[in-house]
Structure formats: structure tokens, C-alpha cells
């Protein structure tokens, strides 16, 4: 499959209408940050800004596809919370700070080069996938690739403070995933944003119509559930699955872990076998 077919595509998704004005908003958003409230009213939805003195919009979180992923049998979207960290220039995100001047393919490159070039950050998160990649690799000897997105477009710059859900709950970021997923077509997608308290499963249900169903737990500890479309008639293109963040889960111990590779590659063979 044509990379570049695809990132067109993607380009093109994001340079809509509706998305430039969104854009135009996020300046006058970011300036409001240290400044009275503003509601912002479009065709892209309804919002209200924040008031957190000191704090900074990252930019849009706009996706690009690698030819390795594109040219993969079995393609995984790992489905994270936030951007925490984007823009922080000490923590190696440069030029992920907002500003009005970054073009879209500017965005798309960044993406990029911080996906498949640099391989991600050296956090929790990505050493979680990262295992879980050599063990799909070395006990399944499945030919896969990951690709990341997250459920909030637009966070803070700052760690720890997350994301706004004024701007994350508007119909264009809810439609623009949706979208993102019908051009990038994973065959699975992990959504590694937590289950119990602070999950962001009203956020997934938002974009996803659907329910979740228990796959493993242990000792009274939701482990996985897999997301099944509420519209029966209509399931899901691809299988999805809930987890928790993998910070969360290497409080848990190694057991715990290791119970949720087991249970991954056992759900990733079935899949390739069909």
C-alpha cells in the first residue's frame, strides 16, 4: 500500500475547513488560558476555555503512516490518553509547543519523526509496547507493526497536568479519530488509558459507539475488555481492547504483566489464524 496515498489523505483530513477553523480557535484558546473564559461556537462543535495561569497548548496531534506500517500484515494502533509532555523541549519533544505558524505537514512530520524515527519517548508507555512487540515477534513470529494515537488531540505542554476535555469532548477531535481510523485501517487497536477510576471510557464511547466485555481478570482486577459495537448489525472493522495504562500495570508486578502479554498474544494469534 501507497504511503504516500495514504498521508494525502491524512493531509487532507486535516486541512479541511472545519479543522483550519478549529485551528484559528486553539490560537485564541491558548491566549485565553491566562485570561478570561471564552466559548467558542462552530460548525465543528461547541467549547469553553480554560483558565490555568502558565499553562500552554501542545499542538495538534496529527498522525503519519510509515511505509512499514502501511506494507504490514497486521497493523496495531496503540490508543494512549494524552500528549503529556509534547512541546516540553527539556524532555526531548521539540517543537511541539502550540504555535498558529506550524503547518499541518510540519505537525505530520513531527509525528513522524517522533514515532519512527526516534521510536518514541523513553517512558513507561513505550517500553510497554515495545516488549510487546518482541514477544508477538518472538513467540508468534507475526510480522506487525504499531502506529500511536491518542484520545485527546490537544494537551498541555507541562507533564501531569493532562488534557482539557472542553476542547478533547468537541465533535471535530471525536470525528477526526473516527476518520483517522477508516484511513489508516489497524486490524487491532489497544486503548491503553486506564479502567477503574480516571479511565477515559465516556471518551471512547463518544467515538466509538460501543461496550466493553470482560476478557481477563484476576483476582477481582479487570484486566483487558474487549469493546463490541452497541450496534450489533454494524460490529467494529477491526477488534479493539482496553487496558491499562502500562504505568498502572507495572505497579502491579510482573505476574500481572506478564498474564497480560499471555492473554494479547493469545487474542493476536487467534486473529491471524482466521
Request: proline fraction near 2%.
Amino acid at each position: 500500500m501507497d504511503r504516500n496515498k495514504i498521508n494525502d489523505a491524512l493531509y487532507n483530513l486535516y486541512n479541511t475547513e472545519p479543522v483550519r477553523a478549529f485551528r484559528k480557535d486553539l490560537d485564541r484558546y491558548n491566549q485565553a488560558l491566562s485570561g478570561e473564559r471564552i466559548v467558542f461556537s462552530g460548525i465543528y462543535g461547541k467549547f469553553e476555555s480554560s483558565h490555568i495561569d502558565g499553562l500552554e497548548l501542545t499542538n495538534m496531534y496529527l498522525l503519519s503512516a510509515s511505509d512499514a506500517y502501511m506494507n504490514s500484515p497486521f497493523k496495531i494502533m496503540v490508543v494512549g490518553r494524552e500528549t503529556l509532555g509534547w512541546g516540553d523541549e527539556s524532555n526531548g519533544y521539540k517543537d511541539g509547543a502550540y504555535s498558529s505558524e506550524n503547518s499541518i505537514m510540519s505537525l505530520m512530520d513531527l509525528y513522524f519523526e517522533h514515532t519512527f524515527v526516534n521510536k518514541g519517548s523513553n517512558s513507561t508507555f513505550h517500553k510497554f509496547v515495545e516488549e510487546l512487540s518482541f514477544i508477538i515477534d518472538s513467540k508468534l513470529g507475526i510480522k506487525h507493526q504499531f502506529i500511536f494515537n491518542n484520545i485527546a488531540k490537544i494537551a498541555y505542554v507541562y507533564y501531569n497536568i493532562g488534557f482539557d476535555p472542553n476542547i478533547n469532548n468537541s465533535e471535530i477531535v471525536k470525528e477526526l479519530f473516527q476518520k483517522e481510523l477508516e484511513i489508516l485501517k489497524p486490524d487491532m487497536l489497544l486503548f491503553m488509558t486506564g479502567i477503574g477510576k480516571n479511565n477515559l471510557d465516556s471518551y471512547i464511547q463518544d467515538r466509538l459507539c460501543v461496550d466493553f466485555e470482560d476478557v481477563l481478570q484476576l483476582d477481582n482486577n479487570l484486566l483487558i475488555s474487549e469493546l463490541k459495537s452497541k450496534d450489533k448489525s454494524n460490529p467494529l472493522a477491526f477488534r479493539a481492547f482496553r487496558l491499562n495504562h502500562p504505568t498502572a500495570i507495572s505497579f502491579k508486578g510482573n505476574y500481572i504483566k506478564s498474564q497480560i502479554f499471555d492473554k494479547l498474544l493469545s487474542i493476536v494469534g487467534e486473529m491471524k489464524k482466521v
